[in-house]
């Protein structure tokens, strides 16, 4: 079955930067498109960054030119660089992957915490 587990979130302080992991299994990474979602308290989950299969990126403006996806099809992971950090990135991240009818799949993993604060 589809499961995403995802890691390296954290406590840190504004500007500081963080690097989140996303494993997948159960699918046939190379063909899928993958993204991180976000969920802060109280509000919906927002798609902050998205890399196609071919390698193309799409970022939401409240983290383009801060946050990096980058994916390594050897290890069936998906990577966010986040940089420059600010108190409103405060979310549970979690990643996702779209399928060659780009519907994004319906499973989720646990997330990871990320704390901006000082």
């Known amino acids: 079955q589809v499961q995403f587990v995802e890691s390296g979130g954290g406590l840190v302080q504004p500007g500081g930067s963080l690097r989140l992991s996303c494993a997948a299994s159960?699918?046939?990474?190379?063909?899928?498109?993958m993204g991180w979602y976000r969920q802060a308290p109280g509000k919906q989950r927002e798609l902050v960054a998205t890399?196609?299969?071919?390698?193309?990126?799409i970022y939401a403006d409240s983290v383009k030119g801060r946050f990096t996806i980058s994916r390594d099809n050897t290890k069936n992971t998906v990577y966010l660089q986040m940089n420059s950090l600010k108190p409103e990135d405060t979310a549970v991240y979690y990643c996702?992957?779209?399928?060659?009818?780009?519907?994004?799949?319906?499973?989720w993993g646990q997330g990871t915490q990320v704390t901006v604060s000082s």
């Open positions: 996702n992957a779209r399928n060659p009818f780009s519907v994004w799949l319906s499973v």
């Open positions: 159960g699918i046939i990474f190379s063909i899928y498109d």
């Open positions: 890399i196609t299969s071919s390698g193309s990126t």
